[in-house]
């Protein structure tokens, strides 16, 4: 099996763990300010967007880290996976909950999984094709854009559904 390829599923598994565990991090932390910038610190949607987007920026730091002379599209592949991942949990939510017309917790746990998995199928195919890494500033700067969004939101947020607990 080829390092990248074995990487991508550890890495899979380490972001479904952490991101598990990111969870109920700011409750254990006893509501730990610099904790409640990375893990959730409410129910909203929003919040939970964090259990993929910091997992996987913090594994994927380290996977540039390894593999960026292997591998010089991974940085591009990478930003376009936190992206995929992260962005797809609002819209899946969201469809469901538009369909069903209510929110249902198995139907969420599920969510985050596909989210990862996909975010790292996205990121493994793209570091592999190399079809992203004319666009390596922008994803860079989208992933930055959604970073500060997350520091700023995360106790100030805007009046927005996404921003809101769900009923």
């Not at 380290?62 to 002379?69: L, Q, W």
Request: with cysteine.
């Amino acid at each position: 099996m080829q390092p990248i390829r074995k990487y991508t599923i550890i890495g899979t598994i380490c972001v479904l763990l952490a991101g598990t565990l990111a969870h109920f991090l700011y409750e254990w932390s006893g509501s730990n300010y610099i904790v409640g910038l990375f893990t959730p610190v409410s129910e909203s949607v929003w919040e939970h967007m964090k259990l993929v987007f910091f997992p996987m920026l913090l594994y994927g730091l380290f996977m540039i880290y390894r593999f960026k002379e292997d591998c010089p599209c991974i940085t591009s592949a990478l930003c376009m996976g936190i992206l995929a991942g992260t962005l797809l949990i609002p819209v899946l939510f969201y469809v469901y909950t538009g369909i069903l017309g209510k929110d249902i917790f198995i139907l969420d746990i599920g969510i985050f999984i596909v989210s990862v998995l996909t975010a790292f199928l996205i990121f493994y195919k793209f570091t592999v094709s190399c079809k992203l890494e004319s666009h390596t500033f922008l994803l860079c700067v989208l992933v930055c854009v959604l970073f500060v969004c997350f520091m700023a939101f995360t106790y100030y947020p805007p009046d927005a559904e996404l921003f809101a607990v769900p009923d």
